[in-house]
């Protein structure tokens, strides 16, 4: 009778529509990895990791295991296949698919980089993660998609966003990334990059009127006319002119976020010095 009803299991399972049938182990009898580092995760595991990684995330912003976690879990079943098609689509990211370049501190010098003539792309890369103090090795590993091919693309959009930092000029502060990730939204459709916007409440009053007036507007406008990002081989356009690359991607640069922010400090910084200054004259005499 087990049996009869063994084979019977198998047998609707084997009727069920390929991706659903990878669906149907559990964690007693996990597939094994499909590339090195992947986990296989059944629907429910993935569901939880969604929601565990974006409650971690929302608080604490830092977390980047957490938020790395929440681009693969709701990546599938739609948007990194999105993404590999429009990588298949272009020339350009047909040679990366192919290639599989990875970008790290092995193999991209930025000794090199920092050597370059100054308005390239290769050196503003490098002046960048000097200025915010990160490197190309703080990207994590895919580990939750399991399509070897859109590992690869996750992998590549992950190992490329501090060239969209670059580029931009924006920096890591949540104002600066909070525009990038929605300038990727509307250029990549990930959800993750529009799930992180939710951040935007951790903003002062001030900080989030300039988010909405200023850069989310050019952050959407630039990501949904530009060219997708993510195919471009950065690899071979290091010594290309910033600016040439910029009118060919279609991206205009966004205002000095740094510079609007120190500009409003000293703003206040010498009100604050006013009203001092008014106050001891005030008590000096004697009003």
């Known amino acids: 009778m087990n049996s009869q ?10 009727a069920l529509p390929q991706p ?10 996990r597939p094994p990895p499909n590339y090195p580092g992947h986990v296989p995760l059944t629907l429910v595991e993935r569901g939880a990791l969604a929601l565990g990684s974006a ?3 929302l608080r604490n912003p830092h977390r980047h295991d957490l938020i790395a976690a ?56 490098a002046a960048w993660l000097d200025r915010e103090g990160v490197t190309p090795d703080t990207r994590d590993q895919v580990r ?33 990334e909070l525009a990038v990730k929605a300038f990727e939204f509307a250029n990549t459709l990930l959800p993750m990059t529009a799930l992180s916007l939710v951040a935007v409440v951790r903003l ?20 949904l006319k530009a060219e997708e990002v993510v195919n471009v081989y950065w690899e071979e356009e290091l010594e290309t002119d910033i ?13 000095d976020l740094r510079e609007t922010r120190k ?5 206040e910084k010498a009100e604050r010095a006013a009203r001092d200054a008014k106050d001891r004259l005030g008590a000096v005499m004697g009003v």
């Open 5 to 14: 009803i063994s084979q019977h299991t198998f047998r609707r399972l084997l």
């Open 20 to 29: 659903l049938r990878l669906r149907t182990f559990s964690i007693l009898n």
């Open 55 to 57: 409650f971690g995330s």
């Open 70 to 125: 929440l681009g693969e879990a709701t990546a599938k079943p739609y948007f990194i296949s999105r993404l590999r098609k429009a990588m298949l689509a272009n020339p350009t990211g047909r040679r990366i698919l192919h290639d599989k370049p990875r970008i790290t501190s092995q193999t991209m010098s930025l000794e090199k980089l920092r050597q370059l003539p100054e308005n390239t792309v290769g050196r503003a890369y």
């Open 144 to 176: 939750y998609i399991d399509d070897p091919e859109e590992a690869y693309a996750m992998q590549r959009y992950r190992e490329t966003h501090d060239f969209t930092h670059a580029i931009t000029g924006l920096p890591v502060i949540i104002e600066g």
């Open 204 to 223: 002062k009053a001030a900080e989030r009127k300039r988010f909405f007036e200023t850069y989310l507007l050019w952050a959407v406008g630039n990501g």
């Open 243 to 255: 600016e040439v690359l910029r009118a060919r991607l279609g991206i205009e640069i966004p205002p």
């Open 263 to 267: 500009l409003l400090r000293d703003k």
